[in-house]
T-cell receptor, first 111, second 115 residues
Framework: GEDVEQSLFLSVREGDSSVINCTYT??????LYWYKQEPGAGLQLLTY?????DMKQDQRLTVLLNKKDKHLSLRIADTQTGDSAIYFC???????????FGPGTSLSVIP | DAGVIQSPRHEVTEMGQEVTLRCKPI?????LFWYRQTMMRGLELLIY????????DSGMPEDRFSAKMPNASFSTLKIQPSEPRDSAVYFC?????????????FGEGSRLTVL
């Protein structure tokens, strides 16, 4: 079945870059997502990439996709204390199908 | 737009009691998902509906769990009888099935504690 893996914790200093990595198993994944969860809240979509792309940049966020290795990464440039949250990697086959989430990476930003 | 609305936000109950969690999806969205989040198991998909029809309930842990979607604007997740291991945050999410991205919009969650 589908499986999404990511490291559980990451700690960086304010101003540094953060890189969160993810691997997935479903080769049929068309949509790959990064969601952000702040304490006590639901998840919010941060960014996404289609499987036919290998990079997407959106302001401080850069998503890299290596489809051959089924590896996805999220880079946050100039990380701020407000970026402290849990980041979930997720995959879906279609826009209306189920979305499978990884365990989440808890990012701590040290001032 | 009010977003996905879940109730109750918090519930504390005793083992054996029935629990009903409620969700109102975003108007016009035709897919609805129930997820459960725990420290040990992360975010698990329990069940999802397209156009009010259950599509995949393979994530429902056992027969004590049931979910309904009687119309496009309301869904319930029921646990009967509840057990301490059901303690978790339950999220409802909705999406527009024909969107470009399949983005899920999450509610704020219902935190359930079963004593």
């Amino acid at each position: 079945g589908e499986d999404v893996e990511q490291s559980l914790f990451l700690s960086v200093r304010e101003g540094d870059s953060s890189v969160i990595n993810c691997t997935y198993t479903d080769s049929s994944s068309t949509y790959l997502y990064w969601y952000k969860q702040e304490p006590g809240a639901g998840l919010q979509l941060l960014t996404y990439i289609f499987s036919n792309m290998d990079m997407k940049q959106d302001q401080r966020l850069t998503v890299l996709l290596n489809k051959k290795d089924k590896h996805l990464s999220l880079r946050i440039a100039d990380t701020q204390t407000g970026d402290s949250a849990i980041y979930f990697c997720a995959e879906g086959e279609t826009s209306y199908d189920k979305v499978i989430f990884g365990p989440g990476t808890s990012l701590s930003v040290i001032p | 737009d009010a977003g996905v609305i879940q109730s109750p936000r918090h519930e504390v109950t005793e083992m054996g009691q029935e629990v009903t969690l409620r969700c109102k999806p975003i108007s016009g969205h035709n897919s609805l998902f129930w997820y459960r989040q725990t420290m040990m198991r992360g975010l698990e998909l329990l069940i999802y509906f397209n156009n009010n029809v259950p599509i995949d309930d393979s994530g429902m842990p056992e027969d004590r769990f049931s979910a309904k979607m009687p119309n496009a604007s309301f869904s319930t997740l029921k646990i009967q009888p509840s057990e301490p291991r059901d303690s978790a945050v339950y999220f409802c999410a909705s999406s527009l099935g024909n969107s470009n991205t399949g983005e899920l919009f999450f509610g704020e969650g219902s935190r359930l504690t079963v004593l």
